[in-house]
T-cell receptor
């Protein structure tokens, strides 16, 4: 079993819909949780960064962490075609520089 | 101004050759990384340097040798290239080794024929 599991998709939704992306993990020592967005042929860019359990909102994006269920989510409201990309979740232990990534979910927003 | 840059962007080469990829960051960060992303988009760390010192060395064939001449540069040399080395290689940097926010370069797409 991989340390971090993520549905690779592809996921296609119409413009304006709410998108839900998820990851599960097995390592209970993970404390830092991130979402990266990667456009085609580009490097990943950090979208959201959360520590421990709870919610964090930034514009149209909301990250949720449920450590008891070992489950994290990224919600995108009012999705736009420019949101079409691969979304990668990533996690790290406290004080550990090593990020463990999910496989990424390819998202397409249809105009 | 580019924060993390890599050269070359594309690299096509024959099996058995030796090649290098260069990375530079102008963010003043102390820690730099090399990642490999396979065809299924899985991103896996290979190496990490903090202030020119190797701190992460994952299970990578010893044909891969990183070198950090200073904290702004991290190069990757690959000897005796194999077909399975074909992938996109990303360099990244972070403020220090305890800070998880990493900034990625644009990637080097390596194709071994």
């Amino acid at each position: 079993q991989k340390e971090v599991e993520q549905d690779p998709g592809p996921l296609s939704v119409p413009e304006g819909a709410i998108v839900s992306l998820n990851c599960t993990y097995s390592n209970s020592a993970f404390q830092y949780f991130m979402w990266y967005r990667q456009y085609s042929r580009k490097g990943p860019e950090l979208l959201m960064y959360t520590y421990s359990s709870g919610n964090k909102e930034d514009g149209r994006f909301t990250a949720q962490v449920d450590k008891s269920s070992k489950y994290i989510s990224l919600f995108i409201r009012d999705s736009q075609p420019s949101d079409s990309a691969t979304y990668l979740c990533a996690m790290a232990n406290f004080g550990n520089e090593k990020l463990t990534f999910g496989t990424g979910t390819r998202l397409t927003i249809i105009p | 101004d580019t924060a993390v840059s890599q050269t070359p962007k594309y690299l096509v080469t024959q099996m058995g050759n030796d090649k290098s990829i260069k990375c530079e960051q102008n963010l003043g960060h102390d820690t730099m990384y090399w990642y490999k992303q396979d065809s299924k988009k899985f991103l896996k760390i290979m190496f990490s340097y903090n202030n020119k010192e190797l701190i992460i060395n994952e299970t990578v064939p010893n044909r891969f040798s990183p070198k950090s001449p200073d904290k702004a540069h991290l190069n990757l040399h690959i000897n005796s290239l194999e077909l399975g080395d074909s992938a996109v290689y990303f360099c990244a940097s972070s403020q220090d080794s305890n800070y998880n926010e990493q900034f990625f370069g644009p990637g080097t797409r390596l194709t071994v024929l």
